[in-house]
Structures are given as structure tokens and as C-alpha cells.
């Protein structure tokens, strides 16, 4: 009696790059039509995904929008060897990120959403900024409340730049920013 070949893949649909093929199809979207424009339907065809695919990982266009940005920036690089230059570097490296095609738009189109939303809010601080403080706090030796206004002050700055002209912050903007901060912190 022969026995019947064994699949190493689980049944059903396979799912490997199903999570990146939509983060990159929702900031392209973004990019292209603006957030309020991304929808969930067309985030999903661009992706080439069923739009129940999309509404099982991620049930509303807000969760889907955080977890893309959790992806966007991945974990902060704190390069330095004083909290000065790692505090630089993070402000660098957020200005970067959010200058990204799709990045600036989606972020503060999710922030604006979530004013109104109080459980979009409370996904927002959790699974976005939650991490970053935890990270800050533990490589600044600072309280809190001066890593949450340092963050408040330079995502605040880098987005109204981005709302205001369209347009990511210039380097040399950014190093004036940098040093501001540097000098307050």
C-alpha cells in the first residue's frame, strides 16, 4: 500500500507575502490618490487580494494604516554613543521615513481619523508610538512625559511640514530641528 504524499504547505491559499504585497499597495495607493481616496477596495486590488483578505488581517482601514506604518519605519535606530547623537539620529531617521512615498500621508491621515476615534487612538499609542517610547525612554534615561513631548514636538513639526507644503522637510530644516530639540532636551 502506497501512502499519499504529505504537503509541507498547510491547506488552503498560500499567505507568504500577502502582508507585504498590501503594505505596499496601500502606501502606493495612498501616494497616488491621498489617504482619504485609499480605500480598503482599492488598497485590495492593487494589492490583488479579495478585499475579505484584507478585512480578516486587518478589521478597518485604520488598523490596516497602522500596521502598514509599524512595517514603514520597523524598529528606531538609535546610533550614537551619547543620548545626544542617538536622540539625532532618531529625529533623522523619522524625518526619512516620513518623507517616504505614501509614508507622511498615511501617518497623518490615520492621526486625523483617529481625533474622532477613541479605539483607533488607543491602537495608534499601542502599536505605533508604544514601542518608540519604550525604546527612547530606555536610551535617553529620560521620564515619560519628556520622551512623549519629544516625540509630540518632532512628529508634529516633520507632519505639519508635510500637510503645509506637500512636500518632506529639507535636510537643512531637519538639522535646525535637530539642534532645537537638542538644546530643549
Known sequence: MTRPATSARPPGRPRSGVDGAVFAATLAT???LGY???TVDRI???AGVAKTTVYRRWPSKGELITACLVDAFGPVPLAGETAQEMLASA???VAAKIGEP???AAFAGVFTDAVNDPALRAILSGRLQAPYLIALRAALHEPEHRVLFFIDVVVGTLLHR???TGEPMADADV???VDMVLRVL
Open 91 to 93: 529625529i533623522r531617521w
Open 162 to 164: 508635510m500637510g503645509m
Open 36 to 38: 482619504a481616496h485609499a
Open 44 to 46: 485590495a486590488a492593487a
Open 30 to 32: 495612498v501616494h497616488d
Open 102 to 104: 505614501g509614508v507622511g
Open 175 to 177: 538639522d535646525a530641528l
